[in-house]
DNA sequence: CGACCCCTTGATTAGCCTCAACAACCGTGG
DNA sequence: CCACGGTTGTTGAGGCTAATCAAGGGGTCG
């Protein structure tokens, strides 16, 4: 789960026990409703998920897309109840564990603590590349930006550069993400690939040139250099 | 500082060893640059600042405003350097302290931690709810959305329900945090009171009736409802 | 085979941006 | 004291980006 730091033997065995059972849901699933009460977070194990807000119109702001490794649902820890939708975008194998697991983990291992503090931090970093994305760039850069985050987080995840990956995505999830409409991300995608930035086939994307894609998108990769300096040491 | 659960003795004490110096800032005075290495927080005392991202166009988008009170620069935490350009809004007293007390913090005060960790969480929640307004949300609704906000925070603040408040943001701030031009928001802004949803006088400006405010901008107050329940037990 | 979902394309509309000009206000220096 | 430039707010006219509306095609599942 943690690929950061190595962990001591104790501090893996504290975190296994955390992963006990394990839930699936289906493709389009609702996994937890806006403002339901919320006691537990999950693990991604397979499978994609998404978590998003909907709005009174209609319309849907999807805030994040999560991949296996990924934890879902820090975000509802302050408010008790969940802040956002979250939806299966994929059949998904999530792992659930209660909050109050995490208040003994806060007690018993702090670097672990620290370390689950990160991985928020780094998620209002990457909420807040989106706003940035969909605040102040045009359509066609935002398309690009999100396929780069995509890019970015499965090479992240694979531990190898990854030039062509699946994207389980329909095009209104797409618009959605960045605050387009579906009919818009078409056209848009459609540039990218008649200006050569990215190759489709089916769910397929290819993209043989990251930096040209990177440039036009005006993508800044924050997963490269994660610190973790700061770390206490292993109690 | 935190003013979600009282503290113990000791707590209180490693709180205040933290704030050792302050440093002062002029209006639009930049307080760390974007890439800078970063191996402090701030906590703002006076004044108003506001983290942003500047875009190879000569746009912004400014991602958060920082009230007395707040703390500055968690972002950065996980990354070494920070992700997002500090500036003063008006001139403004931060106090600074090092990543290293943190580890400290989280060694001895699990809690302590655990309500640093609400406090990160919360503000992805509200770069979140950004999100949904730039990428979801007419023009209109953004502006009154930032009002909102601003009048939230600075009630909770306050301990009390404001109506009126000071807005030393020029109407470009506004729009570089809303996704908008000036001239934009300043059509917005007459139509808010021409609607007699806002009153303006200077940089004051009044809310007579924040329900039909709230609507209009689809906004909903997390600040109102923080749950400390998850919290470790005092060590 | 039909129903449904998703992608695709065209035509039109509307929301927001750009450009431009001017008024009000401020601190500065003569 | 006033003249001055600089910043901010205000308003108008016109243009462009992205939304809306609409229609058709391919794929999959029952």
Redesign the interface.
Known sequence: LARYVSLTAEEKHSLEALEEQTRTFRRGATIRRERDPARELFVVQTGWAQSC?L??NG???I?RFHFPGDIIG??S?????S??TIVAVTEATLCPFE??K???L??RH??L??L??????????A??????S????PARARVASLLCEILARLSHSEGRPVSEFHVPLTQEEIGDA??LTAVHVNRMMRGLVEDGLIERNGAMVAVPDESRLRSEA?FVD?LA???T????DP?
Do not use: K
Not at 77 to 81: C, I, N, P, Q, V
Not at 229 to 232: A, D, E, S, T, V
């Open positions: 807000v709005l009174g319309s849907r702001q805030l820090i975000s820890l302050a408010h008790g109840r802040a956002e909050y109050d995490i208040a003994v806060f007690q702090p670097r603590s620290a689950l503090f990160s991985v928020a931090v780094a998620e209002r970093s909420v807040a590349d989106r706003l940035v969909v605040g102040r760039t960045t605050g005006n924050r250099h994660l610190d300096g700061w770390l206490p109690s």
